[in-house]
C-alpha cells in the first residue's frame, strides 16, 4: 500500500524559511507526477507545486520564485523561503504514479508564519 509521509512543517517568522519532506513509501512503482498541495483555514486546498517524473516543474504565481520544488528518488522536497504570513496553512503531499488509479495523499503538515 503506497504512503506519503510529509515532515518540516512548524512555526517561523516571516521571512524566514523552512524545508517540507514528502517520502513516499509501500512497494516497487514509478511516479508519474508528485505535488505540494496546501490549505488555509476557510479556503480551498489549492495546488502550490508539482513535478513531473520527467521534472518537468510548475508553481503557483503566488510562491514563484520563493519557494522550490524538487525530487530525489522518492523523496520530494518543497523548499520555502521568504516566508509570508499568507503562506499558512496545512502542506499536503500528493502522487499520482502508473499503474495505480487516482492520487494518494499525505496526512498533512502545519506549516505557520508569524508577522
Known amino acids: 500500500q503506497v504512503r506519503l509521509v510529509e515532515s518540516g512543517g512548524g512555526l517561523v517568522q516571516a521571512g524566514g524559511s523552512l524545508r517540507l519532506s514528502c517520502v513516499v513509501s509501500?512497494?516497487?512503482?514509478?511516479?508519474?507526477?508528485m505535488a505540494w498541495h496546501r490549505q488555509a483555514p476557510g479556503k480551498q486546498r489549492e495546488l502550490v507545486a508539482g513535478i513531473t517524473g520527467g521534472d518537468e516543474i510548475e508553481y503557483v504565481d503566488s510562491v514563484k520564485g520563493r519557494f522550490t520544488i524538487s525530487r530525489a528518488g522518492k523523496t520530494v522536497y518543497l523548499q520555502m523561503n521568504s516566508l509570508k504570513s499568507e503562506d499558512t496553512a496545512v502542506y499536503y503531499c500528493?502522487?499520482?504514479?502508473?499503474?495505480?488509479?487516482?492520487?494518494?495523499w499525505g496526512k498533512g503538515t502545519q506549516v505557520t508564519v508569524s508577522s
Open positions: 509501500g512497494g516497487v512503482f514509478t511516479i508519474n507526477r
Open positions: 500528493n502522487g499520482r504514479f502508473a499503474g495505480l488509479a487516482g492520487d494518494y
